[in-house]
Nanobody, 119 residues
Framework: QVQLVESGGGLVQAGGSLRLSCAGS????????MGWFRQAPGKEREFVAM????????YYADSVNGRFTISRDNAKNTMWMQMNSLKPEDTAVYYC????????????WGQGTQVTVSS
């Protein structure tokens, strides 16, 4: 089992930057692909970014590609997302996700961290 705790959210002006962190517990952290999702008020949760278990592959939603960078350090059981050039439409609760597909699909979620971008 993996427990995830996000941090780093806050209030920032448009054009600013934030760095989100996701700390994972458990010895199998490096067995999981890790990702960030977000949910704005009145909207469904949406994919933001993902990084493979070994950090070699990354994927981004078109809306954040070129502005956000996802990374991880398995030795520290931690994942980050650097968010630059933030826009008001980036305002949402951001959730950390651990994903693994073996015989079954397993997903773990953090509690979320609020990011608010003012115009």
């Amino acid at each position: 089992q993996v427990q995830l705790v996000e941090s780093g959210g806050g209030l920032v002006q448009a054009g600013g930057s934030l760095r989100l962190s996701c700390a994972g517990s458990g010895r199998t952290f490096n067995a999981y692909a890790m990702g960030w999702f977000r949910q704005a008020p009145g909207k469904e949760r949406e994919f933001v970014a993902m990084i493979s278990w070994n950090g070699e592959d990354t994927y981004y939603a078109d809306s954040v590609n070129g502005r956000f960078t996802i990374s991880r350090d398995n030795a520290k059981n931690t994942m980050w997302m650097q968010m630059n050039s933030l826009k008001p439409e980036d305002t949402a609760v951001y959730y950390c996700n651990a994903h693994r597909e073996t015989a079954a699909t397993t997903d773990y979620w953090g509690q979320g961290t609020q990011v608010t971008v003012s115009s």
